[in-house]
């Protein structure tokens, strides 16, 4: 029984030791960022031993060796970051986030990962950043959830927009904000991203299309319009600011699930009592969808607001243009179909529209819905 007690005993200190081992209490990470025609050109340092214990490269020094058991041969090292260039610049590009105004830039596919002179690893990224305006730089690399390191502190060197700098990343400041921002000059360029947003956003133009087929009355448009409105307003300034997150893989095939919804709806109730609560609900996954196009990094500030504004301003610019323009046409139409032949044409018509739209909204959804694909 003593034996069997002290292996017990020896197998748990092991158990908790080996992971102590590959713990690190403290690393460093270095960013670089650079202006680069519309993007901005990053290189990323950070050490190789923290990133191998991560990500399961080869080479790991054993923080315990002593002599030459404490070296590791620098070709072991090149040949692991060359099999596992893909992963490591999947990490380190997803992980460094970057942002002009609420539009996140995206990392191109061409990364360059090396082992530099000083024993780091290297990962030169380019990323293409659509708006402008202060650029956020966020770091989640190396967090201490990763189970690897306790604390990771980040220098970050920039020469954003003729502004150079340098700024210090932890744990309790995690983003910053760098280069310049004009308010003003912003506004207009929100504007129009909203309005294109929802002029392009075919899903959300059809889900508007069937709540006008089933309206009747002017004071029905102004009830479901004000409804989607504030429901969409409300989530996409959560969402965007990040007090509210939801996949996009519930998200997307939800609404075109809405859209199917209410055309069909349109068909099957011709009662319209319960169509208020309704929009309102479909309005705050449609609130989500708007938000997918924005991100905010940093803090938030006035600037940031009058950016959530804008867009959402775009929104509403393009939904006005739309019922304006679609509304009285379906009034004139029903008025002027006052013949047996004609009405029975535009019903057949509305019918046909809204089955079309329905169907749309369908086929949609199984091909966004994950389980069904």
């Known amino acids: 029984m003593r034996l069997l007690a002290f292996l017990a005993a020896l197998v748990a200190v092991?158990?908790?030791?080996?992971?102590?081992?590959?713990?690190?209490?403290?690393t460093s990470v270095a960013v670089d960022l650079r202006s680069q025609g519309d993007g901005v050109a990053a290189v990323v340092d950070v050490e190789y031993d923290v990133l191998a214990r991560l990500l399961s490269l080869d080479g790991v020094l054993n923080p315990d060796a002593v002599g030459a058991d404490a070296e590791v041969p620098t070709e072991v090292r090149r040949r692991s970051l060359d099999a596992h260039v893909s992963g490591v610049a999947a990490y380190v590009g997803g992980r460094?986030?970057?942002?002009?105004?609420?539009?996140?830039?995206?990392?191109?596919?061409?990364?360059?990962?090396?082992?530099?002179?000083?024993?780091?690893?290297?990962?030169?990224?380019a990323y293409d950043c659509p708006?402008?305006?202060?650029?956020?730089?966020?770091?989640?690399?190396?967090?201490?959830?990763?189970?690897?390191?306790?604390?990771?502190?980040?220098m970050v060197a920039y020469d954003i927009d003729g502004r150079r700098g340098s700024t210090l990343l932890d744990t309790a400041r995690t983003s910053v904000a760098v280069g310049r921002t004009d308010l003003l000059s912003e506004i207009p360029r929100f504007v129009r991203l909203g309005a294109e947003h929802l002029l392009f956003g075919l899903d959300h133009v059809?889900?508007?299309?069937?709540?006008?087929?089933?309206?009747k009355r002017l004071r029905d448009v102004v009830e479901v319009a004000t409804?989607?409105?504030?429901?969409?307003?409300?989530?996409?300034?959560?969402?965007?600011?990040?007090?509210?997150?939801?996949?996009?893989?519930?998200v997307e095939p939800l609404i075109a699930l809405s859209i199917a919804f209410v055309a069909l709806d349109n068909l099957l109730s011709p009662r319209t009592s319960h169509r208020l609560p309704v929009v309102f609900g479909f309005g705050l996954l449609h609130g989500l969808g708007f938000a997918g196009t924005l991100?905010?990094?940093?803090p938030l500030s006035a600037?940031?607001?009058a950016n959530l504004i804008s867009f959402n301003v775009g929104i509403e610019l393009v939904q006005l243009t739309i019922i304006a323009l679609t509304f009285p046409a379906l009034l004139f139409l029903r008025?002027?179909?006052t013949k047996p032949v004609a009405a029975r044409a535009l019903t057949l018509g509305t019918v046909a529209a809204t089955v079309a739209v329905a169907g749309a909204g369908l086929v949609w959804f199984v091909e966004r819905s994950p389980l069904l694909t």
Do not use: Y
């Open 206 to 215: 059809l889900f508007l299309l069937a709540l006008l087929l089933g309206a």
């Open 303 to 305: 600037s940031t607001l």
């Open 131 to 154: 708006a402008s305006g202060a650029l956020t730089v966020r770091s989640d690399i190396f967090r201490a959830s990763d189970g690897v390191v306790d604390e990771t502190t980040t």
């Open 335 to 337: 008025r002027a179909a």
């Open 295 to 298: 991100s905010v990094d940093g």
């Open 14 to 26: 092991l158990l908790v030791a080996a992971p102590a081992q590959a713990h690190v209490r403290a």
């Open 227 to 250: 409804a989607f409105t504030v429901a969409h307003s409300v989530t996409l300034v959560l969402a965007a600011i990040g007090w509210v997150s939801v996949p996009g893989w519930i």
């Open 96 to 125: 460094l986030r970057l942002s002009r105004g609420l539009i996140g830039c995206t990392a191109e596919d061409d990364a360059r990962v090396e082992l530099a002179d000083s024993g780091a690893v290297q990962v030169a990224l």
